[in-house]
Every structure is written in C-alpha cells, then in structure tokens.
C-alpha cells in the first residue's frame, strides 16, 4: 500500500508557567516543548495505554538522537513521558512548533502516498545488518552485497550506497523500489508520517507543510 492516513500530533511551545496548558495539549494527542528562560527545551510526550511512547513521539526523539526519556511519575504531569533535548537539538523541535503553528488542535490528519514522494528515498543514511544480507543471499540477489550497492565505513557500519546527494539506486523513474520486496530493514521500519518522513519531504522535495 503507498497511500497512508496519518494522524500527526501537532507540536506547540510553552513556558514553564503554563505547564497545565501542555498537559492538557498533550492529553489530548499533542506534544510539547517547555522552554525556560534559558532556551534549554524539554518536552512533554503522550504514551500508549501500555506506558510506552506513541510511535511517532519516539520517532521525534529518534530524530534529534534522543534515546533517554522517563514517565513522570507524580504531579500535573503524570502519565506522561518526558525527555531534556540535548541543546544542539533544541532549535529542531522549536522549528517543529513554529512549523506545526498553523493548525488548531493536539493532532491533525495528513494523507501520504509514498509512490507521489519518495522524499525518504534521496540521500538518506540507511543502516545495513545481517539480516539484510541474509535475505538478499535467499532472494538469489549476493550481488547487492557489492561495492557497487554497499559502503562499509571503517567503524564497520554499513549502508546502502547512494547516487552522490540524489536517489537511491534501487529507486526506479516511476519512484517504485527495485528490491522492495527484499529492502533493508531500515527502509521497512520507516515510519510514515515521522518528523524524518517530513524533514526528508522538505529538504527533496520543498514541502514545508502537508
């Protein structure tokens, strides 16, 4: 299926003061972003009926390396799930907010058809592992292990190896994986929708807001 409807959280800033205001936002689907008078940002997330992250609250967090947060266990706040954003990446979830300003209410409803984008599929870091390379060797395909497809770094990470700065080299002119049936992990686990599903809409393509 390439075409998705997607129900986003809207992001909004507050102050420390109306703290209440964003938990109300966030109760209701939102997330938000508590600046003190210093700039430092934390943020206020919604989590599942089973104490986790929604999945596009932890995507966000994924998107500027955040992979430490805590439920707040008491006060106004509680239920809820926070993270201190480190401050290298407190200007990205402020552009979120000015970005998200536009719409009224916690969340909105977005439609994306991935056959009409293919945004994620332009100069991206995708992450190769074994299991990829074990699914590549069953579908007959050992090619793409080579150093036409693949680069290894000298940490040992590898990754698919892009065309420069431009598309993926299994992305056909009709925006239709080659090997989509067989596609890396990373590219499978994407989730549409995410803050890197936007930022790579804005940066490929120009788009600002959906």
């Given at each position: 299926?390439?075409?998705?409807?997607?129900?986003?959280?809207?992001?909004?800033?507050?102050?420390?003061?109306y703290?209440?205001?964003?938990?109300?936002?966030?109760?209701?689907?939102?997330?938000?972003?508590?600046?003190?008078?210093?700039?430092?940002?934390?943020?206020?997330?919604?989590?599942?009926?089973?104490?986790?992250?929604?999945?596009?609250?932890?995507?966000?967090?994924?998107?500027?390396?955040?992979?430490?947060w805590r439920?707040?266990r008491?006060?106004e706040?509680?239920?809820?799930g926070?993270?201190?954003?480190?401050?290298?990446?407190?200007?990205?979830?402020?552009?979120?907010?000015?970005?998200?300003?536009?719409?009224?209410?916690?969340?909105?409803?977005?439609?994306?058809?991935?056959?009409?984008?293919a945004?994620?599929?332009?100069?991206s870091?995708?992450?190769?592992?074994e299991?990829?390379?074990e699914?590549?060797?069953?579908?007959?395909?050992?090619?793409?292990?080579?150093?036409?497809?693949?680069?290894?770094?000298?940490?040992?990470?590898?990754?698919?190896?892009?065309?420069g700065?431009?598309?993926?080299?299994?992305?056909?002119?009709?925006?239709?994986?080659?090997?989509?049936?067989?596609?890396?992990d990373?590219?499978?686990?994407f989730?549409?929708?995410?803050?890197?599903?936007?930022?790579?809409?804005?940066?490929?393509?120009?788009?600002?807001d959906?």
């Open positions: 299926m390439s075409a998705y409807v997607v129900t986003r959280p809207i992001w909004r800033r507050f102050r420390p003061q703290l209440a205001r964003a938990v109300w936002h966030v109760r209701r689907g939102g997330c938000a972003a508590i600046v003190n008078e210093r700039g430092d940002v934390r943020v206020l997330l919604p989590l599942t009926p089973e104490g986790k992250l929604t999945e596009l609250a932890l995507w966000a967090l994924l998107a500027v390396e955040q992979q430490r439920r707040v008491e006060g706040a509680a239920g809820l926070t993270a201190k954003i480190k401050d290298n990446y407190g200007g990205s979830v402020l552009d979120w907010c000015d970005r998200d300003s536009i719409h009224a209410g916690s969340v909105r409803t977005i439609k994306l058809d991935c056959l009409e984008c945004a994620c599929c332009h100069d870091n995708v992450l190769l592992d299991a990829d390379f699914r590549w060797k069953k579908a007959g395909r050992a090619d793409l292990m080579g150093k036409q497809y693949i680069k290894r770094a000298r940490d040992g990470r590898v990754t698919l190896r892009f065309l700065k431009g598309p993926c080299q299994h992305l056909g002119a009709d925006k239709k994986c080659a090997i989509y049936l067989i596609r890396p990373n590219c499978s686990a989730v549409v929708g995410s803050e890197a599903c936007l930022a790579a809409r804005e940066d490929t393509l120009g788009i600002r959906i």
